[in-house]
C-alpha cells in the first residue's frame, strides 16, 4: 500500500450538521458532508418534516425558510441508520410532530428503549409496540431541567435527548457513564449554544440551558476517523507499506483506535494539526508495522466501538493473543458484530474465543487461506474489515453482500485499490 489520499467525511458529523442546521433555519453552505445512505436517510427525512437541504455537487446547502417544521405526509424512513433514527426521534420530540419512523430490516431490530424510556420521562408521547421501530410519535410536551443519567453509554442516546430539550427550547443535564463522542456538544457550542460538556472525576457531564442558537453561514465536517481506520490497518498489517491521509477528525472522543493501535506498536504519526468549526483535524501518516498483541484497556471500548471489527484483523495479524472486553455493545449495531467477527475468523482459521462481551483473538503469522465465503451479515464495518484481511490471504477474499458499504464508505473499494488493494468487483 502506499499512496496519498483525503478521508471521506465524518458520519456521525455530517448527520449532525443536518439536524443542528435545519434548528438554526439559516443559509449555510456545508463542506466535505459525507454523501453516502445514511446522511442521505437523514436528509431526506429532515425535507419530509419541512427542513430545506440540497445537496449540488460535492456541497450541500441549508436554506432559510418562512415555514416551520410540519407533520411529515410520508413516513420518515431512516434506512439502515442507528444515527439518523435516534437522533430525529429526539428533534420530532422536541418539536411535538405527529410522525411514523420506519428503517430497514437491521435497523428495524435495533433497541430503540435507550431513547424511548428517556424521552417519554422527559414527557414525549411515543409508540413503539416492540421498542423497536415502527415507532410512532404522537403530541410531546418536553418538560423543563429534565436530568438524565445515562445506564449506558451511548452518544446517540446524549444526542438524542439534547435535540429534545433544543427544539422544545428547554434545559437538560446528562450524565454519561464513560465520555463518549462528543460532537454534539461541540456543535451546539459552536453555534453559541449555552453549554458545558466534559470530563467530571473521569464521568461525562453535559449541562445545557437553553439560548437561541446563532447561525453561521458555514460549516466544515472533517472525514472520518472510522473510515481512515481501515486504510490505516490495511496499510499497517501489509508489507513497505506508507500511506498518507489527509483531513481526518481527531476528536479525542474517536481516535481511541491509535492509543490502541500504538501500544500494538504501530507506526502513526499525526501532521498539521488545526481546528476547523470546533472539532481537531490533522493528517495521519502510517506505516507497515510489526504488531503485538495487548488487552484492550476496558475504559477506551466507547470510544473505539466502530473500529472492534477491524481492530480485530489487525489482532489476527498480531503476535500474541489480543483481549477485548466490556463491549457488549457490538451486539445491537448493524449487526451482531461479535458473531459477525468470529463467523469470519472461523472461516479463516483465526483462533479465536468469543464470550457475551468480547473476544480473545491469536494473531497468525502464516497466509489465510478462505474455507467458504465470508458472510458481511449485512454490515458494513464487517463487509470492509473482511475485506482488508484480503491483503493477507493468497488469492484473496470473497464477502458476500458488500452492498452495504455505501451507508458510510461510498468510495471504499475505488480509494483501497488506488493505494494498492486489490479488491474485486463482485465484493
Ligand atoms: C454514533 C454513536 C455510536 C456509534 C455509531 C454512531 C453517533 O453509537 O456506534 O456508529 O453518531 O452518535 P452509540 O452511541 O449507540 O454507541
Redesign the pocket.
Known amino acids: 500500500m502506499s499512496g496519498e489520499i483525503v478521508c471521506p467525511g465524518d ?2 458529523i455530517s ?1 449532525r450538521i443536518l439536524l443542528i442546521g435545519s434548528i438554526l433555519n439559516c443559509d449555510m453552505e456545508i463542506d466535505g458532508f459525507l454523501d453516502s445512505a445514511d446522511p442521505n436517510s437523514t436528509l431526506n427525512a429532515l425535507n419530509e418534516i419541512g427542513a430545506s437541504i440540497k445537496k449540488e455537487q460535492e456541497k450541500v446547502f441549508l436554506n432559510k425558510r418562512n415555514i416551520p417544521f410540519h407533520e411529515p405526509i410520508n413516513d420518515l424512513d431512516l434506512g439502515n441508520s ?2 439518523g433514527a435516534r437522533l430525529i426521534l429526539g428533534l420530532i420530540s422536541g418539536l411535538g410532530l405527529r410522525s411514523k419512523l420506519v428503517g430497514d430490516s437491521s435497523l428495524s431490530k435495533r433497541p430503540m428503549l435507550r431513547v424511548i424510556k428517556p424521552l417519554i420521562q422527559m414527557g414525549a408521547k411515543i409508540d413503539s409496540s416492540k421498542g423497536t421501530l415502527p415507532i410512532f410519535t404522537i403530541d410531546s410536551e418536553i418538560t423543563n431541567n429534565f436530568k438524565y443519567e445515562m445506564p449506558i ?5 446524549k ?1 438524542c435527548l439534547l435535540l429534545a430539550a433544543i427544539a422544545a427550547e428547554k434545559n437538560i443535564k446528562i450524565i454519561e457513564p464513560k465520555t ?2 462528543d460532537h454534539t456538544e461541540r456543535m451546539i457550542d459552536y453555534f453559541g449554544g449555552d453549554i458545558n460538556f466534559g470530563k467530571k472525576e473521569n464521568i461525562g457531564e453535559i449541562d445545557y440551558k437553553f439560548n437561541n442558537l446563532i447561525p453561521k453561514d458555514s460549516y466544515k465536517v472533517p472525514g472520518d476517523f472510522s473510515s481512515a481506520t481501515f486504510i490505516i490497518v490495511a496499510t499497517l498489517i501489509s508489507s513497505h507499506s506508507e500511506v498518507l491521509i489527509r483531513n481526518v477528525g481527531l476528536n479525542k472522543t474517536r481516535i481511541g483506535l491509535l492509543k490502541v493501535l500504538k501500544l500494538m506498536g504501530a507506526n502513526i504519526q499525526i501532521t498539521n494539526q488545526k481546528l476547523e468549526s470546533n472539532e481537531e483535524v490533522g493528517d495521519i501518516i502510517v506505516k507497515s508495522s510489526k504488531l503485538s498483541g495487548i488487552d484492550v484497556p476496558e475504559h477506551i471500548i ?1 470510544n473505539i ?2 473500529e472492534i471489527p477491524i481492530l480485530s484483523i489487525a489482532a489476527a495479524f498480531a503476535n500474541g493473543v489480543t483481549k477485548i472486553s466490556n463491549a457488549s ?1 457490538l451486539r445491537v ?1 448493524e449487526s451482531d458484530r461479535l458473531n459477525a467477527i468470529s463467523s469470519g475468523f472461523s472461516k479463516l482459521n483465526i483462533n479465536h474465543e468469543i464470550f457475551q462481551d468480547g473476544i480473545n483473538i491469536t494473531g497468525t503469522i502464516e497466509k489465510i487461506e478462505p474455507k467458504e465465503i465470508i458472510d458481511s451479515f449485512d454490515d458494513h464495518r464487517i463487509a470492509m474489515s473482511f475485506l482488508v484481511a484480503g491483503i493477507k490471504s493468497k488469492k484473496g477474499i470473497s464477502v458476500k453482500n458488500c452492498k452495504n458499504i455505501e451507508t458510510s464508505f461510498p468510495n471504499f473499494r475505488n480509494i483501497m485499490n488506488s493505494l494498492g488493494m486489490k479488491i474485486d468487483e463482485k465484493n
Not at 153 to 157: E, G, L, N, R
Open positions: 458520519k456521525s448527520q442507528g444515527t453509554a451511548s452518544a446517540q442516546v444526542s463518549t463522542r466507547p466501538i466502530d455493545e449495531k
